[in-house]
């Protein structure tokens, strides 16, 4: 079982909005991200976004993240689909790599199953976190 994730009530309202949405105009192929998506957002801890974690991930947060076997280091912001941008290192809450580092520490390990296996990513830094700048309406 994984362990359970904190998330913002904004980030988890706005999320099952897009989760439905998704599920109604959304193609078949992302139904099993967004029913770990929506599993996620259901057991999570809840709170507001002044009571959030200031080293957890939250949307539109930039995260420094380390391939465990590779050691190569990576910064993605996590923003919702309309916004992502590979070429700027966006990525999609609904894409997988996402889904799975949302709500997660700082420190903390993450195992994201990949077509391959598992990929073992460590949350190194935090770089950026709205709610910890103040920002609680982005």
């Known amino acids: 079982m994984r362990r359970k994730i904190s998330i913002t009530a904004v980030d988890q309202e706005r999320l ?3 989760i439905n949405k998704e599920r109604e105009f959304g193609s078949a192929k992302n139904q099993d991200y967004l029913k770990n998506l929506e599993q996620e957002l259901n057991n ?3 709170v507001s ?3 959030i974690p200031r080293d957890a991930i939250t949307m539109n947060t930039q995260v420094m993240l380390k391939d465990m076997e590779s050691g190569e280091e990576t910064t993605y912001t996590l923003v919702y689909p309309e916004d992502a ?3 700027e290192d966006k990525i999609s809450v609904l894409a997988p790599v996402g889904t799975a580092i949302l709500g997660y520490r700082q420190g903390d390990t993450i195992d994201w199953k990949v077509p391959d296996g598992v990929v073992r990513l460590k949350v190194e830094k935090i770089v950026y976190q709205p709610e910890a700048a103040g920002d609680y309406d982005l």
């Open 85 to 87: 941008d590979l070429l």
């Open 16 to 18: 099952l909005k897009l």
């Open 49 to 51: 976004s002044a009571e």
């Open 44 to 46: 999570a801890d809840v």
